[in-house]
């Protein structure tokens, strides 16, 4: 598995250069590209995406996915939504924005030589059951485009959207039933709601996964989740990897640590996952 495991470049530092010795030293084979020195991968130019991909290739990695906003809008700008963080997105308001946000998305991913691209199920409705059909038409609209390019979607468990959980992106992805869309399956985001990740998660995302995720969370009644180095959260890793080797699985693992120690960096927190990580695979 460690030949299939990489990072976000910014859970390591906003830095690009920074990032990238630190990955290469730390002996990861991939990166994803969210964000670069607090703004959105996709409000660099296609010039500037082109040398941050020589950068990386020079130093031995490829680009996993593109860590893309698309779809981290309302659905309708008349109803009152959560809201998460955009990782430096420049605000596209609208359902039709994002459509545009899309197809710059699959512009940089064919720049990045990578096929898979993040997306979300936008900001969560006071109901989300009730939107699940026009979210799958959008979800599917959208992976028709991307099925037209050679690039495959991953919708991710988030839980500022209407996919919040497993049981929700396992029932989009169904509706959608489409082969350019799959999932981006994050234990960590199901044990940040307080959800079993595994086996309850697991098995409500399985037929659909194409990417994972790696991040540990613990859930406080009253103060909600929060995230912590894999291996001291509520997260069954060892059962979860299993599980995916188990059955099948052939994709990437990315490390999304979400987690910076007090008085430490960003850096700290993904050694720490890391390390947690390796200790639980020796084991």
């Known amino acids: 598995m460690l030949d299939r495991l990489g990072i976000l470049t910014d859970?390591?530092?906003?830095?690009?250069?920074?990032?990238?010795?630190?990955?290469?030293?730390?002996?990861?084979?991939?990166?994803?590209?969210?964000?670069?020195?607090?703004?959105?991968?996709?409000n660099f130019s296609s010039a500037e995406i082109a040398d941050m991909l020589k950068e990386i290739e020079s130093r031995g990695l490829f680009v996993s996915a593109l860590a893309s906003p698309v779809f981290k809008c309302p659905l309708s700008p008349d109803r009152t939504t959560i809201q998460g963080d955009q990782f430096g997105q420049l605000e596209h308001h609208d359902v039709a924005g994002h459509f545009r946000l899309?197809?710059?998305?699959?512009?940089?991913?064919d720049i990045l030589r990578t096929r898979y691209i993040r997306i979300f199920s936008f900001w969560r409705e006071d109901d989300p059951e009730s939107y699940a059909e026009e979210?799958?038409?959008?979800?599917?609209?959208?992976?028709?485009?991307?099925?037209?390019?050679?690039?495959i979607l991953l919708l991710e468990n988030e839980p500022?959207?209407?996919?919040?959980?497993?049981?929700?992106i396992g029932r989009l992805a169904a509706l959608a039933d489409h082969?350019?869309?799959?999932?981006?399956?994050d234990p960590g985001n199901e044990a940040f709601l307080g959800r079993p990740a595994y086996p309850d998660g697991y098995n409500?995302?399985?037929?659909?996964?194409?990417?994972?995720h790696l991040k540990d969370a613990i859930y406080h009644p009253d103060s909600g989740g929060q995230c912590v180095p894999i291996g001291r959260?509520?997260?069954?890793?060892?059962?979860?990897?299993?599980?995916?080797?188990?059955?099948?699985?052939?994709?990437?693992f990315t490390i999304e640590t979400h987690y910076r120690p007090l008085n430490g960096s960003t850096a700290d927190g993904s050694a720490m996952s890391l390390n947690g990580l390796r200790q639980l695979l020796q084991h």
């Not at 990238?20 to 991968?41: C, P, Y």
């Not at 059962?239 to 994709?251: E, I, P």
């Open 11 to 42: 859970e390591v530092s906003p830095y690009l250069i920074e990032a990238l010795d630190w990955i290469a030293a730390n002996e990861l084979r991939h990166v994803e590209l969210r964000s670069v020195q607090g703004m959105n991968i996709l």
């Open 102 to 109: 899309l197809h710059r998305a699959l512009d940089a991913a």
């Open 135 to 151: 979210i799958a038409g959008r979800l599917y609209a959208a992976a028709e485009i991307a099925y037209s390019r050679g690039a």
């Open 160 to 168: 500022s959207c209407n996919g919040g959980s497993a049981e929700e």
């Open 179 to 185: 082969p350019a869309l799959k999932l981006l399956w």
């Open 204 to 212: 409500s995302v399985k037929p659909y996964i194409a990417h994972v």
């Open 233 to 252: 959260g509520s997260v069954d890793y060892a059962q979860q990897l299993a599980a995916l080797m188990k059955d099948g699985y052939t994709g990437l």
